[in-house]
């Protein structure tokens, strides 16, 4: 009787996992058929839904914790959760995909946290002639520095030449079309973008009543050799402000890369500078002029190291009176993985107290979830 037992439960278990590895083919088999199906039933236009699998987005949470200390602030010292942003991208269908970030950030001068819409919008996938549309929340494709998002930047503070004109950057709502211009000799596209006002800004109206805001950016791109790209921009904003008048700002970047095919995950250099001209209405009284410029050189010393360094300078009217703020600041960086890094910034600058003041950031950055790859 125990010979037939034992005999019993071994014939028990290989049929156990004959059925189990053919059940588990089967599935894989399935699963492949069920989305090559659905797909092809959206691309045709049949298709009346989707599975779970495709219809569910990419979500991703990314956190930014700092400290600091700034000897000429009233709280020299503090810290707090910075920033926490919510991603949720997905393609809607084989024609277009949709991208949403949901913000919620503290302000350092109240203590408060607010919560927004950073981006959400639409973008076409399958247009004719080289040309892409993009609609709802967006950030305009002026300069380099406003598109990326802060946790990405390799600084903790924004050049104060871009901040007395964008503060953190410069969003609206309203639509992008982007042309891939057809040539052969370097990369070239051209951007035109109209929003209905800003969302904050301090040189823009934020009252839709007002006026719209138009913009338009060129992107020149080469590729000098297998090691080193150029990029050359050039770009330009124009809209209603505050004081029923206009605003006019163009500018220019320039930003040179040297990342060695052979070791690129572990050295690289950035070379990245942009130039400002504003001109800013300010009715009966006249326009204001204002130039500023910030420069940027990026080093990756080894694989998980970066140091970076930057100076900007602006000429702003304050009052009856012409300032010239500037800042230099020295960032290092340490990249744990691509999901986790630490910074540590030191800046010195003029533009609080009249005198040169140093403070000193930290700042830990941490990524949940699946998180879409960012511009080059």
Do not use: C
């Amino acid at each position: 009787m125990k010979a037939i037992g034992i005999s019993i439960l071994i014939m028990l278990i290989t049929t156990a996992t004959k059925t189990y590895s053919q059940t588990d083919s089967f599935s894989q088999d399935s699963l492949l058929q069920v989305i090559s199906s659905e797909m092809n039933e959206v691309s045709s236009g049949n298709g009346a839904g989707r599975s779970l699998s495709i219809s569910n987005p990419r979500i991703s949470v990314i956190g930014d914790l700092q400290t600091w200390y700034q000897p000429n602030k009233q709280h020299s010292l503090g810290a707090a959760l910075n920033e926490m942003e919510f991603a949720f991208q997905s393609a809607v269908d084989p024609y277009a995909r949709a991208d949403v970030f949901f913000t919620v950030e503290h302000n350092a001068e109240t203590g408060e946290n607010s919560a927004g819409i950073e981006e959400a919008y639409v973008t076409t996938l399958s247009l004719p002639a080289q040309l892409q549309l993009r609609a709802g929340r967006i950030k305009p494709a002026f300069g380099r520095i406003n598109t990326p998002h802060s946790h990405t930047n390799h600084f903790l503070d924004y050049p104060g030449s871009w901040s007395q004109l964008f503060d953190q950057g410069l969003a609206g709502d309203g639509f992008s079309l982007s042309w891939l211009i057809p040539q052969t000799l370097f990369y070239q596209e051209l951007t035109a973008e109209v929003m209905n006002g800003a969302i904050e800004s301090p040189v823009f109206s934020t009252q839709p009543q007002q006026g719209l805001l138009y913009s338009a950016h060129l992107k020149n791109f080469f590729e000098l050799n297998e090691n080193m790209t150029l990029e050359i921009g050039l770009s330009a904003l124009s809209g209603q402000n505050d004081s029923s008048d206009n605003s006019h700002i163009l500018g220019g970047d320039l930003t040179l890369k040297w990342k060695p095919l052979q070791m690129n995950t572990y050295k690289s250099i950035s070379w990245q500078s942009e130039v400002y001209l504003a001109s800013l209405g300010q009715g009966s009284i006249g326009s204001a002029q204002s130039l500023g410029m910030y420069s940027m050189l990026s080093w990756q010393f080894a694989k998980r190291w970066i140091a970076t360094g930057r100076y900007d300078y602006s000429n702003v009217i304050k009052g009856n009176a012409l300032k010239h703020p500037w800042t230099a600041a020295l960032l290092f960086g340490w990249y744990a993985t691509e999901f986790q890094k630490l910074e540590i910034e030191s800046s010195w600058n003029n533009q609080y107290s009249g005198q040169n003041g140093p403070g000193v950031k930290l700042r830990w950055i941490f990524v949940i979830g699946s998180h879409g790859a960012h511009q080059y």
